[in-house]
């Protein structure tokens, strides 16, 4: 048995969360592997919206089993949060959640080295959401972090306040002022809620299930363009968001992948600092951000909008080796009249076709425009019931990228979801 990926193919803010909950059904497990809160996975259905930030999206299926990978980097604070609000849903969440030992914990004081690092670049920030996250992976790397498998140690309380008081020194350098207490009581309450769930090793667990023949879906974080090595660097997330992140966040070999599913907006967003070839300052960029209600699920940021980036698209298909392509949000450019997709950029006055090392220099987009479909999609319920103008841009796509779409997405809710 093989473990299938889903991935987000921009700049996160794809729709994943919505696609991994239509996909549930098919599959036994579903599993992050990496990333942590600064994630923002919206679902919808019973015109209820939902939004994920640490817990894997299948957990809205009771027969699903959700594990918390390796990879993941938690807060207990927001961890709890969820808990909390998923219980008031009436999901039993204690029954099919599973958390990685080896994952690792986000501290009160890594959420205070994040601002601090932050206010100190002025206008050089790369727009982090404050999370923590980038100083979580730091201490990671530097093996310095506490993992979950640490809080049922002894010598656990030891751990935080050695690592605590290393924060402390570091911050010295800092013009930032800070109250670590006010952090500390509901950080403990969370520890103790995750506690009460299976700790489990998750490597294990994982490769277990792919011989006793269970479907597992990797669910991904982010999107690839803020990889950590190959996202518009240093303006990206500080994990890796490709196909590849899946093995090592979860700790399956690469022998043991099977579909790929690759996903995108029939536009592109940003929400931060950062390169965008495509984006538009203008009233048809602010006319996608109201239609799409493009604001971050994470921070509530307007996001930056423009139009499909086909360079950027067919690096991610690359870099990933997607075999399905899903397409989101098509429904937010009904009402264009003109859509236009970046071909190529220029730069230095050069035409290319890739998205190249020097993204951070200006890439003037060329543009092929195309007849927009001016019409509803939203209550399209089968493929031959799309206006021919949306078709034929699904088709471009395809011949470009030389993926099949697979998976239409013509509105927010798990009911809105045409499979080609």
């Known amino acids: 048995m093989k473990l299938d990926i889903l991935l987000g193919l921009q700049w996160g803010d794809e729709g994943k969360g919505k696609i991994v909950d239509v996909l549930a059904p098919d599959y036994n497990v579903i599993c992050r592997f990496q990333g942590g809160p600064n994630a923002g996975h919206t679902l919808e259905f019973n ?3 939902h ?10 299926r009771p027969e699903s089993i959700n594990i918390i990978g390796n990879g993941v980097v938690i807060d207990p604070v927001i961890f709890k949060k969820e808990i909390v609000a998923l219980e008031n849903m009436g999901v039993n969440i204690k029954k099919n959640l599973f958390i990685s030992k080896r994952a690792h914990l986000i501290l009160p004081s890594h959420r205070i080295l994040d601002a601090a690092s932050e206010a100190s670049k002025g206008k050089t920030k790369i727009g982090s959401t404050l999370k923590g996250i980038g100083p979580t992976y730091m201490d990671k790397t530097g093996r310095n972090g506490i993992r979950v498998g640490d809080t049922t140690s002894p010598s656990f309380k030891e751990k935080y306040t050695n690592l605590t008081n290393k924060h402390k020194e570091i911050l010295k350098q800092y013009d930032y002022d800070y109250n670590l207490e006010e952090y500390e009581a509901s950080w403990f309450d969370g520890i103790e809620t995750l506690k009460a769930f299976k700790l489990i090793e998750s490597e294990h667990e994982i490769n277990n299930y ?12 982010q999107g690839t363009l803020l990889d950590i090595d190959f996202g518009s660097y240093p303006f990206v997330t500080s994990s890796n968001t490709i196909c590849a992140g899946a093995c090592t966040g979860l700790g399956i070999a690469p022998t043991k992948i099977g579909k790929v599913f690759g996903v995108f907006k029939a536009y592109c967003t940003r929400v931060g600092s950062g390169p965008f070839p495509t984006e538009l300052e203008d009233e048809v960029g602010e006319q996608m951000r109201q239609q799409g209600h493009e604001f971050g699920a994470t921070t509530g940021r307007p996001r930056r909008c423009g139009w499909l980036d086909i360079p950027a698209l067919k690096y991610s298909v690359m870099i990933n080796g997607v075999s399905n392509l899903i397409v989101t949000k098509a429904d937010v450019l009904s009402n264009f009249k003109t859509i236009k997709v970046c071909t190529h950029y220029m730069l230095n006055g050069k035409p290319i076709d890739y998205m190249p090392y020097e993204i951070n220099e200006p890439l003037v987009p060329v543009y092929k425009e195309m007849k927009g479909w001016e019409k509803d999609i ?12 949306f078709i034929e841009y699904l088709k471009y796509i395809e011949m470009e990228v030389k993926v099949p779409i ?6 927010p809710d798990r009911e809105q979801t045409i499979l080609n």
Do not use: R, Y
Not at 51 to 60: A, E, K, N, Q, R
Not at 210 to 221: H, R
Not at 378 to 389: A, G, I, Q, R, V
Not at 406 to 411: A, K, L, Q, R
């Open 51 to 60: 939004v994920l930030h640490t817990i894997p999206s299948g957990v809205f």
């Open 47 to 49: 015109n209820i919206k």
């Open 406 to 411: 697979t998976i239409i997405s013509v509105g």
């Open 210 to 221: 792919l011989l006793q023949g269970k479907t597992i879906l990797a669910e991904g974080a």
């Open 378 to 389: 939203t209550k399209c319920k089968n493929f031959s019931e799309l206006p021919k103008e």
